[in-house]
């Protein structure tokens, strides 16, 4: 038998490798009474790192002190709406580019006035 030998160099990727935005996790639709606190989140990925544009129903997303985008880790990101108001409700939809092309999602957020009852 003859004698056989492999060797396996490992290469990093090469400096010009670019993967287009992809989402590990989507936003979710969410309800909540007017009033509390809602978190949209969503895990995103792509070589470059993509930048996130946010949209309520078509519109840039205002900045405000009730809103804040909070990015953790490599790929976490997580859009809170304190307080909530009766004009939050909408479609919510967060686009995520990078020199290798775009992708997006969205998500309702419904708000109930006043006080729940529970059966």
Known sequence: MP???LTVVQHAPAEDTTLRPMFKRLLA????QEGQHVCFEIRVSG???PTLKWEKDGQPLSASPNIEVVHEGLDYYALHIRDTLPED???YRVTATNSAGST???AY???YRGELTRL
Do not use: D
Not at 29 to 32: H, L, R, T, Y
């Open 89 to 91: 409700s909408g479609y």
């Open 109 to 111: 957020l419904k708000l």
């Open 47 to 49: 070589i470059p790192k």
């Open 29 to 32: 639709n969410a309800e909540c």
């Open 104 to 106: 997006s999602c969205q």
């Open 3 to 5: 004698n056989s030998k």
